[in-house]
């Protein structure tokens, strides 16, 4: 394991010098990279939301019916690494929340396939991002060049059979876009925002002062009075203490300027904005400002829908390219039915209208409330006496 150790390390001082030498520095002064970009809150909780939210939907191996329709195969080899145990250290949530994460800051995912001598795969190795250069070649097919160390060129060759690859929004078709670098200077302000913050609490969150003396001072005795003054009364530690004042000095307080004074609205303006670069809504990152009991539920629809559903099908079209030999057969599917439900009231009026209607049996509903069939007489489908097939001769009088 000495080779997988350096192959799937993660990057170190190495790779960020790298990024900042790409150009990842924003007119704001702030190098982003997706270490510092994840030290903000806001980018944190989007990140963390999306990716723990595909960790831990349930991801199961499906054989298409010759008449339509599918049937749930957890005989399949795939079934164990997709549902349970991708690796020998990972689990599925670990391994779909670790490469989700990968996704949202760099725009591609990659893991090497490793596979037997007979083309049977046994596990999926992530790739840390940052150590992958993937380059087309002339017959079009892709490959993969992985770095082994920050600190030599050594590098493995892959070809496009021995990679799974999630990629997000491509401009060239075979490497996803970086969230971070196409919007790096809302990221670069929020960086900077979040570090002007710090500084200004580290002061207590008040304004400078001026120590002013009557006579004229040597740049020695200015800076040792300085000094002290900022050991004895700076930072929130000190706040509030006396000062005395020798020698006829006297103090003025400046006054809190416009931009410091509005730094906090900055950051909601900021906080909003990387909200919706992600498509997460602002309730699931801790804004509820603008939350009520009546939109929470809609928030939470749309969320499924416009960001959550999208990068499913990334996830389940790239598992059928990569890892399913019979894509035309099984399949891959993500059942995110769960977080539509409503509450235990909308769900079983819902239930009782599918059960009356005659399109949901007793043992369906109870799968999607997660209990046990009763029996075979729970496969039984109801059907209205009042109703008949369009063009059906009526039925004679009893």
Same mark, same amino acid.
């Given at each position: 394991?000495?080779?997988?150790?350096?192959?799937?390390?993660?990057?170190?001082?190495?790779?960020?010098?790298?990024?900042?030498?790409?150009?990842?520095?924003?007119?704001?002064?702030?190098?982003?990279?997706?270490?510092? $970009?994840?030290?903000?809150?806001?980018?944190?909780?989007?990140?963390?939301?999306?990716?723990?939210?595909?960790?831990?939907?349930?991801?199961?191996?499906?054989?298409?019916?010759?008449?339509?329709?599918?049937?749930?195969?957890?005989?399949?080899?795939?079934?164990?690494?997709?549902?349970?145990?991708?690796?020998?250290?990972?689990?599925?949530?670990? +391994?779909?929340?670790?490469?989700?994460?990968?996704?949202?800051?760099?725009?591609?995912?990659?893991?090497?396939?490793?596979?037997?001598?007979?083309?049977?795969?046994?596990?999926?190795?992530?790739?840390?991002?940052?150590?992958?250069?993937?380059?087309?070649?002339?017959?079009?097919?892709?490959?993969?060049?992985?770095?082994?160390?920050?600190?030599?060129?050594?590098?493995?060759?892959?070809?496009?059979?021995?990679?799974?690859?999630?990629? #997000?929004?491509?401009?060239?078709?075979?490497?996803?876009?970086?969230?971070?670098?196409?919007?790096?200077?809302?990221?670069?302000?929020?960086?900077?925002?979040?570090?002007?913050?710090?500084?200004?609490?580290?002061?207590?969150?008040?304004?400078?002062?001026?120590?002013?003396?009557?006579?004229?001072?040597?740049?020695?005795?200015?800076?040792?009075?300085?000094?002290?003054?900022?050991?004895?009364? $700076? #930072?929130?530690?000190?706040?509030?203490?006396?000062?005395?004042?020798?020698?006829?000095?006297?103090?003025?307080?400046?006054?809190?300027?416009?931009?410091?004074?509005?730094?906090?609205?900055?950051?909601?303006?900021?906080?909003?904005?990387? $909200? #919706?670069?992600?498509?997460?809504?602002?309730?699931?990152?801790?804004?509820?400002?603008?939350?009520?009991?009546?939109?929470?539920?809609?928030?939470?629809?749309?969320?499924?829908?416009?960001?959550?559903?999208?990068?499913?099908?990334?996830?389940?079209?790239?598992?059928?390219?990569?890892? +399913?030999?019979?894509?035309?057969?099984?399949?891959?599917? +993500?059942?995110?039915?769960?977080?539509?439900?409503?509450?235990?009231?909308?769900?079983?009026?819902?239930?009782?209208?599918?059960?009356?209607? #005659?399109?949901?049996?007793?043992?369906?509903?109870?799968?999607?409330?997660?209990?046990?069939?009763?029996?075979?007489?729970?496969?039984?489908?109801?059907?209205?006496?009042?109703?008949?097939?369009?063009?059906?001769?009526?039925?004679?009088?009893?």
């Amino acid at each position: 394991m000495g080779f997988f150790d350096r192959f799937f390390s993660r990057k170190s001082a190495g790779s960020v010098i790298a990024e900042i030498l790409r150009g990842t520095q924003t007119a704001s002064g702030a190098h982003v990279t997706a270490d510092a $970009a994840l030290r903000v809150a806001a980018v944190y909780s989007c990140v963390s939301v999306i990716s723990e939210t595909i960790g831990s939907l349930p991801l199961n191996v499906y054989q298409r019916r010759s008449g339509g329709g599918k049937t749930q195969r957890r005989d399949h080899p795939l079934y164990r690494l997709l549902h349970a145990r991708p690796n020998s250290w990972q689990t599925s949530f670990e +391994f779909r929340e670790m490469m989700q994460a990968h996704f949202e800051l760099r725009g591609n995912a990659y893991a090497y396939k490793n596979m037997d001598s007979r083309g049977n795969l046994l596990e999926l190795l992530p790739l840390h991002p940052d150590r992958v250069e993937v380059r087309q070649l002339r017959d079009l097919s892709l490959q993969y060049h992985v770095q082994l160390d920050d600190h030599s060129n050594e590098r493995l060759v892959l070809s496009q059979d021995q990679v799974f690859h999630l990629r #997000g929004l491509s401009s060239n078709g075979y490497t996803g876009r970086s969230t971070l670098q196409d919007a790096r200077e809302t990221f670069g302000v929020a960086i900077s925002t979040q570090e002007f913050a710090g500084r200004f609490y580290k002061n207590d969150a008040t304004p400078s002062v001026v120590l002013t003396h009557p006579g004229k001072l040597s740049k020695e005795v200015a800076d040792r009075i300085r000094e002290s003054w900022n050991q004895a009364f $700076a #930072g929130s530690g000190n706040a509030r203490k006396t000062a005395v004042l020798e020698e006829g000095m006297s103090i003025e307080r400046l006054t809190l300027s416009a931009e410091d004074a509005q730094f906090l609205e900055t950051r909601k303006f900021q906080r909003s904005e990387i $909200a #919706g670069l992600f498509r997460v809504p602002a309730h699931l990152i801790g804004d509820l400002e603008r939350a009520t009991f009546s939109n929470i539920e809609a928030q939470q629809i749309a969320f499924v829908m416009h960001c959550i559903r999208p990068r499913l099908v990334r996830w389940e079209q790239a598992l059928s390219r990569d890892l +399913f030999t019979a894509p035309d057969v099984y399949f891959p599917e +993500f059942n995110a039915e769960g977080l539509l439900r409503g509450d235990t009231k909308s769900r079983f009026d819902a239930y009782a209208i599918a059960r009356n209607w #005659g399109w949901l049996s007793v043992n369906e509903i109870r799968e999607r409330e997660n209990l046990n069939p009763i029996g075979p007489e729970g496969d039984i489908y109801l059907q209205p006496l009042n109703m008949q097939a369009a063009g059906a001769p009526a039925d004679p009088q009893p």
